[in-house]
Structure formats: structure tokens, C-alpha cells
């Protein structure tokens, strides 16, 4: 993902004018949004039901998450993306890109369309039927034909594809002879992309809604730091460890309860098995393993009740994250997604901000580090478990990505909680895709 916004490639004024013309002539909602669905321009048109509706910071964040998806899904097929929202209103989204970087979306829509031409929804979708002011509000949402939907979106296609127009003056050399310098990108560190981890300590109900957030927006890699964050807590907050990692697992039912119901009865059934034979000294590695075994239980059966989803880059993000031992190769990732390798280069850098091989590798390094922080696997071993042939070869990315060897960090780490203090696992920052 660029590090330039929006509101710093666009003369967002200009911007407005083109999307409160748009709306003028077609009596359709606009807004144009960054890449994690937070409008960066006015609304234009917006009804009366939407308003009422972010208005609730629950369905507020909804929104933001369906503006979110609806940009990423048109900029992976290339053309504008016409859906239904998690409240049942049809909407449509055109990709605002810089060059192959996607920076942000128009999101265009909020009418009703009869019921056998509504279009699938994009996500789960919102109870709020039973509210009688969302009701009443509902009903005065306009009609309309998903072909003029259709028509209206082609149109803001073509209106995009000139956003050029618009487009700030990007600074240049000062003179012929002396190009841009353009700042090395730092080596990827355990964190591919930062998140804000939050270290304050949390209610077993928050804990609950996070996870189920990750697990519900099909964020396999966003619910494993959650998980790792709660399983560092258990393993540094003294007490019998047992009961730290039978915290994560009853918040993991929880989840499974709420999001997959089919598969909560066989996931107790599995943890009672476990707790039954598990001892006081169950390690750091050990745990997270088990937890992330439960947690891709729970999102399979999530992806299996959507036989109507498509694939998109959360598989390939996904996948990664379930094995950090293996090198997945771009072309492996590509086949699973039918998209060409470069096209999966081009999106996968364009959304994450890094190459795919920075970002496995970095996956890899972070579970190397687990390993040799809580167990006495041989350094030779720990690289040949990770899909690196040469135990040489594996010190040296270890060392670039650390900054230091494999017996140092190991030397360094902590015997009790498995791992250094402010050592997190890794996790892609993209909310257009988390939702």
C-alpha cells in the first residue's frame, strides 16, 4: 500500500465537485474513501437510512469495513464492482489507483433494487431489521434497475480513469542532472506491516469481539496475533499455565459459537481431549500451534457457509500465515487464485506494500524465533523445519531480519514466556481486507 494518501496524489476539492456533479445528474450517493473505507471527501446524496445508520459507531464501523472490501474487490477484477452492502442496499465501487498502487475507491449507490436482481452481498449482513425508524427509513430509499446501476457505474469508470486531471503536481528534481533520491526501504522487520498492539489489559468480552472480528472477516492472520497476544499474557502473568492457555481456548469456542456454530461442538470435544493429557510445562511454541490449529478449524467452516464468495487476496494472506514453515512461491499462490504471477506481484505489493517473498520470509523468520525462544530444537534443525535448506543461508536472513544470529536471539530469550519482551508476530496492517 502507497504511503501517499489520497489527499496527497488528488486536489481533493477538484474531487468533490466531480463526485456532487455525479450525484446531481444521477441521484445516486457518492463518496471517495482510502483504502480502509474512511471517507477522505464529502458524502453527496447520502440517505437518510445510511445517516441514520453510521450514525451507530456498530454499523458505522460495517460500512466502512463494506466501503473497504467493495474498493479491493474492484481493483483486483480491474473494473467497477457491483454488490450489495451488509444492510441490504445496493452499491457499486471504482478503484482510484497511483500507477499499480491502489490508494483508495468512489463508492457510489444506496438504492434498492427488486429482490431477483439484488446482487450478493459482500459481507455478512447487519441485523437491524426490528429498529422501526431504520425500517421506516428503508422504505424511502429510492428504487431503482440493477442495469442502471450497472450503466451509472461504467460511467464513473471512465470518469476515474481521467482522475489524472486532478491529481496534484508531484515534486520533481531540481534540475536534469540530479534524479530523485528515493530512500531505501527499511529491511522487513517481525511486524510486516505495523499494527498498534494494544497492551493494555483487556475484559474477556473484548478479547472475544476482537477475535471474532478477525475470524468473521476472514483475517486468519489478524486473529493469530490476537491469539499470540493472549497466550504471552497467559505465559508472563504467572500462574499455572494451564489455565492461561484454557483461557484462549474457551475464548476460541466462543468464537466458533458466534461465527460457525456447526463446527463449536467438535472444537470443545477437541480441547477437552487436550486439556485431559496437557501438562504445567506446555511451552510458548507449543501453544501457539494448538491455538492457530483451532482458530484455521473455525475459519474453514466460516469460508465453507459462503459457497458464493469468490477468492481474493485474504487467500493468499491466509495461506502464508496457516504455514510459516513452508516457502510458498509466487506461482504457487497464483495458481490457487487463477491470477497470473505477475498480476498477483503487482496487487500483492500494491495492497501489502511489500514482495511476496518479503513477506513469507518474514512469516517464517517470526516462527523461527518462537522456536528458538521456547524450545532446545537445534539451530540446523529449526532452519530445516522451516523450508530453509542451508542452516547458513537461514542465519544470514535471520540476521537481516533480527539483527542478530539464531544462538543470540536464543541467548537473549526469555525461559518463561518463550520469547523476548516487544517481539509480536507478524501481521499485514490492511483493513480493506480485515473489514
Given amino acids: ?89 445496493v452499491d457499486f465501487s471504482v ?50 434497475t440493477l442495469s442502471r446501476v450497472a450503466a451509472s457505474a461504467k460511467t464513473l469508470f471512465g470518469v476515474s480513469r481521467m482522475l489524472h486531471g486532478v491529481a496534484r503536481v508531484r515534486r520533481r528534481p531540481e534540475s536534469p542532472q540530479q534524479p530523485a533520491v528515493v530512500p531505501p526501504r527499511p529491511v522487513l522487520t517481525l511486524e510486516v ?29 489478524y486473529a ?15 500462574g499455572d499455565l494451564r489455565d492461561g492457555v484454557a483461557h484462549v481456548e474457551d475464548l476460541v469456542v466462543a468464537v466458533a459459537k458466534d461465527c460457525a456454530p456447526r463446527v463449536a461442538a467438535h472444537l470443545s470435544q477437541t480441547i477437552l481431549g487436550q486439556r485431559s493429557r496437557r501438562s504445567s510445562s506446555i ?21 465453507h457457509s459462503r459457497p458464493h464468495r469468490r477468492p481474493d487476496l485474504r487467500d493468499v494472506l491466509n495461506e502464508i ?23 498477483l506481484s503487482k496487487l500483492f505489493r500494491s495492497v501489502t506494500g511489500y514482495t511476496f517473498v518479503s513477506y513469507v520470509t518474514a512469516w517464517r523468520i517470526a516462527r523461527a524465533q518462537l522456536m528458538l525462544a521456547s524450545t532446545q530444537m537445534p539451530v540446523r534443525n529449526v532452519a530445516a523445519e522451516l523450508d530453509f535448506h542451508q542452516v547458513n543461508y537461514f542465519s544470514r536472513v535471520f540476521r537481516a531480519h533480527t539483527g ?26 490492511h483493513p480493506l481486507l480485515r473489514a
Avoid at 511451552?283 to 469460508?303: K, T
Avoid at 510458498?328 to 490457487?336: F, G, K, P, S
Avoid at 542478530?404 to 537473549?412: D, G, I, K, V
Wanted: with cysteine.
Fill in 1 to 89: 500500500m502507497s504511503d501517499l494518501g489520497m489527499a496527497t496524489l488528488l486536489d481533493l476539492g477538484q474531487l468533490q465537485n466531480v463526485l456532487e456533479d455525479f450525484s446531481a445528474a444521477t441521484g445516486l450517493a457518492t463518496v471517495a474513501v482510502d483504502t480502509r473505507g474512511i471517507p477522505v471527501t464529502h458524502t453527496f446524496a447520502f440517505t437518510d437510512f445510511c445517516r441514520q445508520m453510521r450514525s451507530d459507531p456498530a454499523h458505522n464501523k460495517m460500512c466502512h469495513a463494506c466501503d473497504a472490501h467493495g474498493g479491493l474487490q474492484s481493483v483486483i477484477e480491474g473494473s467497477p464492482q457491483v454488490y450489495s452492502c451488509h444492510a441490504g442496499l
Fill in 321 to 343: 500465515a496457516r504455514h510459516p514453515n513452508r516457502a510458498l512461491t509466487l506461482t504457487e499462490a497464483a495458481t490457487t487464485t487463477h491470477w497470473s504471477p505477475g498480476h
Fill in 404 to 429: 542478530m544470529t539464531p544462538s543470540e536471539f536464543r541467548r537473549q530469550s526469555t525461559s518463561r514466556d518463550g520469547r523476548p519482551a516487544g517481539v509480536p508476530l507478524p501481521a499485514h496492517h
Fill in 95 to 144: 478503484p482510484v489507483t497511483d500507477g499499480d498502487t491502489y490508494v483508495g475507491a468512489i463508492l457510489c449507490g444506496q438504492v434498492r433494487v427488486p429482490e431477483a436482481q439484488r446482487p450478493r452481498l459482500l459481507m455478512p449482513g447487519t441485523r437491524w431489521h426490528g429498529d422501526r425508524v431504520l425500517e421506516s427509513l428503508y422504505g424511502q430509499v429510492p428504487m431503482s
Fill in 193 to 221: 506491516l505495523p499494527r498498534t498492539r494494544t497492551v493494555e489489559a483487556r475484559t474477556p468480552s473484548v478479547d472475544h469481539a476482537v477475535l471474532r472480528d478477525a475470524i468473521d472477516t476472514e483475517d486468519l492472520s
Fill in 224 to 238: 493469530y496475533v490476537e491469539a499470540s497476544r493472549l497466550l504471552d499474557q497467559a505465559f508472563t502473568g504467572g
Fill in 283 to 303: 511451552n510458548r511454541f507449543q501453544a501457539q500451534v494448538h491455538v492457530e490449529r483451532l482458530l484455521a478449524m473455525v475459519l474453514d467452516e466460516v469460508v
